[in-house]
RNA sequence: GUGGGUGUAGCUCAGUUGGUUAGAGCGUCGGACUGUGGCUCCGAAGGUCGCGGGUUCGAGCCCCGUUACCCACCCCA
């Protein structure tokens, strides 16, 4: 049988993991202070979840995504991303309550069909968070601030981010826009690539994405939406900005910024990093997407939120020379001098695992030596030394792993003093 | 889907113009006088040299194919 993982898939040893769980404490911590609750949706959603609420014409959905059928031939799909089934999940259950809005959180593995490479896989892992039921431009400033305070809570030193800041519009200008542009793609066809000449007819605010230098070149000059929002949606804009401003949050605007999800409305978001990430750059974006819920048939309803990748953060910290704490694996080694007195070490080590010490003995009768190397090398301070000579006594040696000094114990209540002197 | 790079012990890598028993460092295990660690020293275990063909008296080294991984394009977390 083949022992690998599937391609774009990786195992998350024990070092790795450790990141993982640390990187989601921090989040839970930081997200409960903002008010957010937590949220589990499926890993897989009908299929129709995401091509109607990411749009048909996005790389997500027209070539990434996992679709299958199950036995009773409901097409399924692998979630690519965490919006839409919370989105889905909140008109399911009702949890906007009316005139108010709920906050929400999740974390979990998400699944895209690409070709993997530095900071890009097949099943890569995302956090982040929806605030559902609000329009106002101050909840687009906490999101975004939620976001920075979390890259920040985890060690990413500030300066080695860049957080770009745009505005997609919404119904009332948007069309115009697109439409606008497409006729600019049209008249500098020839300059332009193939695929940008296609984004004419689907998506042509894409064609601002574009890395191909002549595009780049072409598109700089192409009319912003800047400049033709309606009236409402500059308003929010510079809204956002000034709740921004008030909190201190440095930002830079990115007329270009234009977020690969169909969904998206006014505020858009990105937040970028120079090193460690290859040729990607971005560990976490997000936008409003007030028309979204009234896509799955639910009442108009705003939103917004973010989605932070796991694996990226991770690379950029490792960038910043970010070191993950990890907590020694023994506070204390039981060591046994011979056979006689192993079931005694069994059992002290059972009784210090439960008055709250994390404990290790040996299981497989090695020599002492072995042993301390063993105790050393999990990082233990103490060293509970079980001997004949020590039973007979009544006691026990304790070994101060750091001064190497040594004293008697009494087994009679030895846990308590073992805590105390770790304490 | 396209292009480039790389596949030798658990990990990081050497392997000279093809030549006989494939090496190192780290890690693991054991030992350096009798119940004791971090340094040092000694030793041991551990390899279908990605896989399949071919050339050759002889291939880890050359050729072809294949596969896996990495990186890049596209796009995104």
């Given at each position: 049988m083949n022992v690998r993982a599937p391609k774009g898939t990786a195992d998350m040893l024990p070092e790795v993991a450790r990141a993982w769980e640390y990187l989601t404490r921090t989040a839970q911590e930081l997200f409960a202070r903002y008010g957010y609750e937590p949220i589990y949706t499926p890993?897989?959603?009908?299929t129709e979840v995401f091509t109607r609420g990411i749009g048909e014409a996005t790389d997500i959905v027209s070539k990434e995504m996992y679709t299958f059928t199950d036995r009773s031939d409901r097409s399924l799909t692998l979630r690519p991303e965490g919006t839409a089934s919370v989105v889905r999940s909140a008109l399911e259950h009702s949890l906007v309550p009316q005139g108010s809005y709920v906050k929400l959180y999740y974390a979990g593995p998400m699944f895209r069909y690409e070709r993997p490479q530095k900071g890009r896989m097949r099943q890569f892992w995302q956090i982040g968070i929806e605030c559902l039921g609000a329009a106002e431009p101050s909840v687009d400033a906490e999101v975004i601030a939620v976001l920075i305070r979390f890259f920040e809570a985890v060690?990413?030193?500030?300066?080695n981010m860049r957080l770009l800041i745009n505005s997609m519009g919404d119904e009332t200008c948007r069309p115009a826009y697109r439409e606008t542009v497409a006729t600019f793609i049209r008249d500098h066809g020839e300059a332009l690539c193939e695929e940008c000449n296609r984004r004419a007819e689907?998506?042509?605010?894409?064609?601002?994405?574009?890395?191909?230098p002549g595009c780049v070149e072409v598109m700089a000059e192409a009319p912003l939406f800047r400049d033709e929002l309606c009236d409402e949606c500059a308003d929010h804009y510079e809204a956002v900005k000034e709740y921004l401003d008030g909190l201190g949050i440095t930002y830079e605007e990115d007329p270009?910024?234009?977020?690969?999800?169909?969904?998206?409305?006014?505020t858009v978001f990105e937040v970028q990093v120079d090193a460690g990430l290859g040729s990607q750059n971005a560990i976490g974006g997000g936008g409003r997407y007030d028309r979204l819920m009234e896509q799955y048939g639910g009442k108009p309803t705003p939103g917004l939120g973010f989605a932070l990748g796991f694996e990226r953060t991770l690379l950029a910290l490792e960038a910043a020379g970010v070191e993950i704490p990890a907590p020694p694996l023994a506070e204390v080694y039981v060591a046994r001098v011979?056979?006689?007195?192993s079931g005694m070490a069994f059992g002290f080590t059972s009784a210090l695992r439960e008055t709250g010490i994390a404990a290790e003995m040996d299981h497989?009768?090695?020599s002492l030596k072995a042993q301390f190397k063993q105790a050393d090398r999990l990082g233990a301070r103490l060293t509970v030394i079980v001997g004949p000579d020590e039973l007979d006594a009544g006691e026990v040696t304790v070994r101060d792993?750091?001064?190497?000094e040594e004293v008697r114990v009494p087994i009679e209540g030895m846990a308590g003093r073992i805590a105390a002197l770790l304490a």
């Open positions: 890993l897989f959603e009908h060690g990413i030193p500030l300066e689907t998506n042509p605010l894409r064609a601002f994405d574009c890395k191909n270009k910024l234009v977020r690969g999800l169909d969904y998206y409305t006014r011979d056979e006689s007195v497989q009768a090695r792993m750091g001064t190497k």
